[in-house]
């Protein structure tokens, strides 16, 4: 069930819930301590992760509620 406060998923056109936290970084844009953040379905996980891994942005790949539980922040910045 999605309410208001469930993360959507940032695949182009899902409305699933989110239930994985991709976190990456540009090094051209960012420092390489900052992450921002995608979240995505199961069903799109390996999609999105396979889009910033070639591109070599992609720093890991955790369930929502554990990036969550560790208070990293927002999940979809």
């Given at each position: ?5 469930t993360p ?37 996980r ?28 927002n999940?979809a910045?």
């Open positions: 069930m999605v309410s208001e406060e959507i998923c940032s695949a182009k056109g899902c409305r699933a819930p989110a239930v994985w936290v991709l976190a990456w970084n540009n090094p051209k844009l960012h420092t390489p301590e900052r992450r921002k953040t995608w979240v995505a379905c199961e069903e799109h390996e999609h999105l992760s396979q889009f910033l891994s070639l591109r070599g942005f992609l720093k890991d790949c955790v369930p929502l509620e554990e990036w969550e539980a560790s208070g990293q922040g999940a910045e």
